[in-house]
Nanobody, 122 residues
Framework: VQLQASGGGLVQAGGSLRLSCAAS????????MAWFRQAPGKERDFVAA????????YYADSVKGRFIISKNNAKTTAYLQMNSLKPDDTAVYFC????????????????WGQGTQVTVSS
């Protein structure tokens, strides 16, 4: 599976951005798509995940109620709608995929897209 992320940018605190992750290749029904983020000098953290078939969702506590992960099966694309952004959300965001259930550990994901920078100014 190949992943192509897009949609990052600079936004003021309280604003919104939407990230996209287009998948190609073996996008079977057992695919789980996720977003992770990594701030400078910090570890890569889980943000949200969605299963391709059932649409089950899983969010990190830090983004619950602000971020929404979704998918468009016809376009084999996953999205991350980020609302009420805070300076602490500033990071490089990565989309990831795995064949299997929802997981929050990055080492369990086999496929990675390139990162996209999200910067939130105060």
């Amino acid at each position: 599976v190949q992943l192509q992320a897009s949609g990052g940018g600079l936004v003021q605190a309280g604003g919104s951005l939407r990230l996209s992750c287009a998948a190609s290749g073996r996008t079977s029904t057992d695919l789980t798509m996720a977003w992770f983020r990594q701030a400078p000098g910090k570890e890569r953290d889980f943000v949200a995940a969605v299963t391709w078939y059932a649409g089950s969702l899983y969010y990190a506590d830090s983004v619950k109620g602000r971020f929404i992960i979704s998918k468009n099966n016809a376009k084999t694309t996953a999205y991350l709608q980020m609302n009420s952004l805070k300076p602490d959300d500033t990071a490089v965001y990565f989309c990831a995929g795995r064949h299997g259930s929802l997981q929050s550990e990055s080492f369990l994901y086999n496929f990675w897209g390139q990162g996209t920078q999200v910067t939130v100014s105060s």
